[in-house]
T-cell receptor, first 114, second 113 residues
Framework: EADIYQTPRYLVIGTGKKITLECSQT?????MYWYQQDPGMELHLIHY???????EKGDLSSESTVSRIRTEHFPLTLESARPSHTSQYLC?????????????FGEGSRLTVL | GDSVTQMEGPVTLSEEAFLTINCTYT??????LFWYVQYPGEGLQLLLKATKADDKGSNKGFEATYRKETTSFHLEKGSVQVSDSAVYFC????????????FGTGTQLKVEL
């Protein structure tokens, strides 16, 4: 069983609010990722990190930002939420020292912006 | 660049029917291949994987064989159950620790009594 946790699981907020989605893993993984999953189920990589103080933008442009101050923690922040940000956000991690590429996922944070 | 193509859903089957979900890939090297499953309201879980040609991954009655000649990794199960209803994602990762996973668009499976 994967040890990666996301909070909150569900969040409903109004337009213009600042929100932070939390992601923590206890496996000591160096690589962490945020995916946005649209209602059609497709996954889009929006941010990733290869270690502490490393963050990169993913394949899909996003107005969110991330930080990686500690190995186990990879929060995602939206400074001013809009209805277009309504989506499911999935956090994942993997051990960068293996070649198999297996990702471990959290259960997701479903964000609704009114 | 790398890409994964999988059959569109939803796929609707009766319980105990045979399942095939097709997946083909394009990659520059020799990637590792994965099937992930997402049950309603949850994140993705690794279902099975194969790291080299002709490898067969298997788990929970599901199987997939890494076919380099046809660049395919089709998912099969001989007898599906209602509890198998979920979304299935095919994915690849190029060798090397720094590379990201490339996912297919997902195939929804619905199994009815």
């Amino acid at each position: 069983e994967a040890d990666i946790y996301q909070t909150p699981r569900y969040l409903v907020i109004g337009t213009g609010k600042k929100i932070t989605l939390e992601c923590s893993q206890t496996m000591g993984h160096d690589k962490m990722y945020w995916y946005q999953q649209d209602p059609g189920m497709e996954l889009h990589l929006i941010h990733y990190s290869y270690g502490v103080n490393s963050t990169e933008k993913g394949d899909l442009s996003s107005e969110s930002t991330v930080s990686r101050i500690r190995t186990e923690h990879f929060p995602l922040t939206l400074e001013s939420a809009r209805p277009s940000h309504t989506s499911q956000y999935l956090c994942a991690s993997r051990d960068g020292h293996t070649n198999t590429g297996e990702l471990f996922f959290g259960e997701g944070s479903r964000l609704t912006v009114l | 660049g790398d890409s994964v193509t999988q059959m569109e859903g939803p796929v609707t089957l009766s319980e105990e029917a045979f399942l095939t979900i097709n997946c083909t890939y394009t990659a520059t090297g020799y990637p590792s291949l994965f099937w992930y499953v997402q049950y309603p309201g949850e994140g993705l879980q690794l279902l099975l994987k194969a790291t080299k040609a002709d490898d067969k991954g298997s788990n929970k009655g599901f199987e997939a064989t890494y076919r380099k000649e046809t660049t395919s990794f089709h998912l099969e199960k001989g007898s599906v159950q209602v509890s198998d209803s979920a979304v299935y994602f095919c994915a690849l990762s190029e060798k090397g620790g720094g590379n990201k996973l490339t996912f297919g668009t997902g195939t929804q499976l619905k199994v009815e009594l």
